[in-house]
C-alpha cells in the first residue's frame, strides 16, 4: 500500500495513528511482499497476523493459504478489515487486545504460521502470549524495533544477550532476515525495525522448561553479580562449572544455551529424568479374558504385540478443560505427539488402581486417590495390544512432569480438542484418541 492509500484508509476510517498502538503502517509494496516470502506459504496454512492495521502485510497473504486470522485491537481499523473482506469466507477478522488472545483454538488449524508487524509497546508480551511452548506454529516472522530482534538471536560477549535471547533461543531457531529503515512507514517511527524469522527447534535435550526459566530469572535478576551465589545451594558448583569449561566465578550473561542446559539438567531433580523407558521392563502378559498369563519385557510385548494391560487418565480443572501431554521426541512410540494427561503400563503384579496412582504422581507430581473409573478398552492395533484402563479425576494446582517423557502439557477446552481432533487426528496417540471416543460416549450417555 502506498502512503496515500494509507492516508486514505485512515482518513476514512478517522483513525490518527496512535503511538501507545505502535500505529507506524508500511507503506512499500516491496518490503511487504518480502517479510511475507518468509512465511514460505503453502495452500494448506492457516496464517494468524497479529496487528493487520491497514492490510499491508495481509494483502500478501489472502488468496495464498487456506485461512486467515487476523487479531487487530483498534475497533476502527477491525471494522474496516470487517467490511473489506466481508465476502471471504476465508478471512476472519478478530476485534481484541492479542495480548488476551486464546492460543489454544489455534491448534484446529494446524498447519499454522504467525505474522506480526507488531506495536513497540507490547510486542514483548504479544510474543509471549502466542510463541511459549507448547504453541502451535510451524514458523513465525515478526517485526519490531531492531533492538528487540537483535537480542532475540544474540550470543554470549554481546551487549543484547540476555534473558529474552535464551528463551526464544530455548524454543526457536530464530535468524534476522531484513533490517527496514523508518522512511517505508507512515507516520515514520524513531527506530530502525528488523524482521526475524523463527523455526522450532528440535534439536536440543529435554529439560524442564519451568526449572530452565526459573534459574534464568535468578540469573539474569542480577545479571553483574555473581551467578552461584543467586541460584539454589549447589555443593558440586566446583565440579559443575569445570565440567562446563567455566570459572566458578561464572556471571549469567557468560553461559551461552548449551550450558544453561546442562545447568538446568544438573539441578533438576525429578527420579525419572533421564530416560522415558526401558526395554527391560517387565510386565505381565494377558490373554484375551485379561487374566496374567506371563511375563515379558517391555522391548518383547512391543515387538511381539503381545496383550499387556495399561492406564490412561484424563485431567480435569474447575473449568472442566482437559490437560493433554505432548509426549517428548525420546518416547519409543508416539513421540511428539499429544497424549492423554497421563498414561502407563501397570508393572508386573501391579493392578490398575495402583498403576493410575502411581502414574499420576510420577507423571504430573498429582497425589490423588479418588479416580474416577469411565470405561475398559479391548486390546486392538491402536491401544498397542493393550486393555486400557481409562479413569478421570478434578484436579487444580501445580504440576511437576520428567522432561525425559513429557515435551510440556497443556489444559483445553473441550470445544477446541473437539474440533483439533476433527481437523487433525495424526496429532493425537492413537491410544488417546480411542480414549477419547469413549469418554466422549460415555458422557453422553449420563
Ligand atoms: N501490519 C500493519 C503494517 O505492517 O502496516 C500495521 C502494523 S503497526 C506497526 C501495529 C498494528 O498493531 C496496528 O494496526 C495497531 O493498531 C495494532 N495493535 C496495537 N496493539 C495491539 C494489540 N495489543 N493487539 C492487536 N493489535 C494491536
Redesign the pocket.
Known sequence: ?TERE?RQVLHLTGVMP?RQ??????TDAAT?RSIVDHLDLSEQDTVV??????????QHVVGRVKHVIL????SR?AAALKEKFSTRSDVEVIH????E?DVRRLFAHRPVKFL???????GG??MKNFLSVPHPFERAVI?LQKEVIDRLGAQPGHADYGLLSLRVQSAWHASIVMQVPPDV?YPMPQVDSSVALLIPRVDLPAFDRRLFDELLRRGFGQRRKQLHKLLPPCEDWKELTGKMGVPTTVRAEELDLAQWLTLTHHFDDHPLKEIPQKGSEIFDVVDEEDRVIGQATRAEIHAQKKRHRAVHILVFNKRKDLLLQLRSRWKDVHPSTWDSSAAGHLDSGEDYHACAVRELQEELGIEKENLVEIAKLEPCEATGWEFVMLYAVQYQGTLRYPCSEIDSVQWFPLEILEKWIQNSPTDFATGFLLCWDRFRQTISET
Not at 498502538?21 to 508500511?26: A, E, H, K, S, V
Not at 487479531?71 to 483498534?74: C, L, S, T
Not at 481484541?96 to 495480548?99: E, F
Open positions: 500500500m494509507i496512535s498502538l505502535g500505529q507506524n503502517f508500511l511487504a497476523e497479529v496487528g493487520p492495521g491497514t492490510g499491508a502485510l495481509t487479531v487487530e485491537f483498534d481499523l481484541q487486545d492479542a495480548v488472545f506480526g508487524n507488531l506495536p513497540y509497546a507490547s508480551a504479544i517485526m512507514f
